[in-house]
């Protein structure tokens, strides 16, 4: 039995040239259990999902709406081999969206996954059908009747029409291709002449604005040449102080030594030394003292 419903099993698209289209996927608990899912594409550049992921309470619902970006270029023979790809998982109770992580849902987490894949099929605007002409009268192309008749005649179902009958048909799809693969061929190569304005302008307005971003570019490089020789004379300037306030200092050193040392020559030079003051007093004592006696 499987938990989630998923309807519908073909995302059908409105495609026409510049024109978003979106489609709806519908999805339905059948469980007693909250289960988390994950929308998958083979091309996420082209699509756009909103939720691509969430939490489905027991018996609820949810709605999931796929956009389809404006395309510039028809796929040919509108066939699109885009897929989705629906995974869902059961989650504790209480699980909400912000507790939903990518390794959840790989296969190796060891928990039970379903996985749906529905393809995208691209049907054309409803608005006018397409006239091919056939036989020299204007039909309506009869691709979906002839590839259901192509069908027929391979799986061998009995009541098919003649095979004249389906050689002609096929005949008529075959010249209806063709005519179709030229009309398109017309509308890529004869695109309006506003979107090359546009374009132009377009470019003019880059050029316009890698112009100023250069030129501003210039002038910051230009500021920072002027403020780095700036810098360097700075540098200089206070190299060369130093090594003068070094020479200086030198200078300085020298002569308050040459000081020093004339000041002790002329000490030296001044005055007796002290032993011989003594000695001339022990004299002077002596002859006293033989005076007097």
């Known amino acids: 039995m499987e938990l989630l419903e998923i309807q519908p099993r073909e995302l059908k698209f409105t495609f026409e040239l510049k024109k978003q289209s979106s489609c709806s996927i519908h999805l339905v608990n059948k469980s007693d259990q909250y289960l988390a899912f994950k929308v998958k594409t083979t091309s996420p550049k082209r699509y756009c999902v909103r939720p691509n992921t969430g939490v489905i309470k027991p018996k609820a619902e949810c709605d999931i709406t796929v956009t389809m970006q404006a395309q510039r270029v028809a796929p040919p023979n509108m066939q699109c081999k885009d897929k989705f790809l629906i995974q869902n998982i059961v989650v504790p109770y209480g699980t909400t969206e912000a507790d939903i992580r990518s390794d959840m849902f790989a296969k190796d987490s060891g928990k039970y996954q379903e996985e749906k894949k529905l393809r995208v099929v691209l049907i054309g605007p409803a608005h006018y059908p397409v006239l091919l002409p056939l036989n020299g009268l204007l039909k309506q192309d009869p691709r979906p009747e002839i590839f259901s008749q192509e069908e027929q005649l391979l799986s061998g179902v009995?009541?098919?029409?003649?095979?004249?009958?389906?050689?002609?048909?096929?005949?008529?799809?075959?010249?209806?291709?063709?005519?179709?693969?030229?009309?398109?061929?017309?509308?890529?190569?004869?695109?309006?002449?506003?979107?090359?304005?546009?374009?132009?302008?377009?470019?003019d307005t880059a050029k316009e604005k890698i112009g100023k971003d250069i030129e501003e570019l210039n002038s910051k490089l230009n500021l920072l040449e002027l403020n780095l020789s700036e810098a360097k004379l700075t540098i200089t300037r206070l190299t060369e102080e130093r090594s003068m306030a070094t020479r200086e200092r030198e200078t300085l050193k020298h002569e308050l030594a040459m000081l020093r040392k004339k000041s002790h020559m002329r000490r030296v030079q001044v005055g007796f030394p002290f032993l011989f003051v003594l000695m001339i007093a022990i004299i002077g004592i002596a002859v006293g003292y033989l005076m007097h006696s």
């Open 158 to 203: 009995e009541n098919s029409p003649p095979a004249h009958v389906v050689a002609k048909d096929l005949e008529g799809f075959k010249t209806a291709k063709v005519t179709d693969e030229s009309r398109a061929a017309k509308d890529v190569e004869s695109r309006p002449a506003n979107d090359v304005d546009e374009l132009k302008l377009m470019k």
